[in-house]
């Protein structure tokens, strides 16, 4: 939304009027010089004061209107006669649309309940939103008043608290480390679009495949253990084969069970041959344990593949010639 403000030359009182349908009108009641220019509010309604544009038609970045209007404006002659034919062309103020996806997998999220937030260098608060739809109709968008550099963090239900590209924070803003963030320069001009991956809160996320064509395997029982050979949780994998898990921190063995087309597996690699673990035919404890700890120094979420075998296949790799 557009303020439309004729501002005296000299000194005295000026005139506003506002945008309707991309046309105005301002009615001055006393003759003089004025400058003309339009200043523009945010997707949140704050003027934005970044934003000027002053006749006949120049951006000004000045925070103060009336000194960008002083330093690049003409001067308009307003008398007693109508003046139309005044074109204003304004640069749209810096807007992103989000696109929202897992970084394991790069699936799209539903945004619901998702609070973006866009800070300046200097940690403050510029712009946040509040997304709580999901589907096509869902509003992804926000607009800055000022084009800058930015930080962008991300708070999330299930997702957690993630600061651009992929710093995870124990808590809020101020708790993320910075060192590891990258600020988003957005400028005046057509609405960008950012993709921000978000990793899952806390578990363990991966992806069961076929070898060799190493196609994603559906419907894949995937186990979780804690390190006491206790079962956590069971779970399918989704059409293209992935699985996500939420987990406390802790040490994890991961197995699967499948029907006859394959040998199961116990991670990393060991093949269970005599049926699954989940059955007891294998112990669970002969596979690699997986540390999930969401502050520490590994992954988040810990991110794995399952390469699986038909049942039968034999292959080898050492080789040598006679």
């Not at 600061?163 to 960008?192: K, M, Q, T, W």
């Not at 991961?254 to 989940?278: H, K, L, M, Q, R």
């Not at 294998?282 to 590994?298: E, K």
Request: a negative charge.
């Amino acid at each position: 939304m557009a303020r439309v403000v004729l501002h005296p030359v000299e000194m005295g009182s000026g005139f506003t009027g506002n945008v309707v349908n991309n046309t105005f009108s301002l009615f001055p009641n006393k003759p003089g010089e004025y400058y003309l220019y339009a200043v523009f509010q945010s997707a949140f309604g704050r003027e934005a004061k970044g934003l000027t544009i002053v006749y006949p038609g120049v951006d000004c970045v000045l925070e103060n209107p009336v000194e960008c209007a002083e330093a690049v404006g003409e001067p308009i002659t307003v008398g007693t006669e109508d003046i139309s034919n005044i074109h204003l062309t304004y640069t749209n103020v810096p807007e992103v649309s989000f696109e929202i996806r897992d970084a394991a997998h790069g699936q799209l999220v539903e945004p619901y309940n998702t609070e973006v937030y866009f800070y300046d260098r200097f940690f403050n608060l510029i712009e946040q939103a509040s997304i709580q739809g999901v589907g096509a109709g869902t509003n992804r968008s926000l607009s800055v008043d000022l084009a800058g550099p930015y930080y962008l963090y991300v708070e999330h239900e299930e997702y957690g608290h993630v600061l651009y590209p992929d710093v995870l924070c124990a808590g809020d803003f101020f708790s993320c480390d910075f060192s590891h963030a990258e600020l988003i320069n957005l400028e005046y001009g057509p609405r960008i679009t950012q993709n921000i991956d978000l990793s899952f809160i806390n578990g363990i996320s991966g992806r069961v495949f076929a070898f060799p064509e190493s196609l994603g395997i559906p419907g894949v029982e995937v186990d979780i253990w804690n390190q006491d050979g206790v079962l956590m949780e069971s779970l399918l994998t989704s059409d293209d084969g992935s699985f996500r898990t939420d987990l406390d921190d802790g040490s994890y063995f991961v197995s699967t069970n499948i029907g006859s087309v394959f040998t199961n597996e116990i991670y990393d690699d060991i093949p269970c041959e005599a049926g699954s673990a989940i059955n007891g035919d294998c112990p669970i404890n002969s596979g690699t344990l997986i540390d999930v700890d969401r502050f520490g120094s590994g992954t988040v979420p810990e991110v794995i593949n399952i390469e699986m075998y038909p049942i039968g296949l034999i292959f080898g790799d050492n080789f040598e010639s006679r």
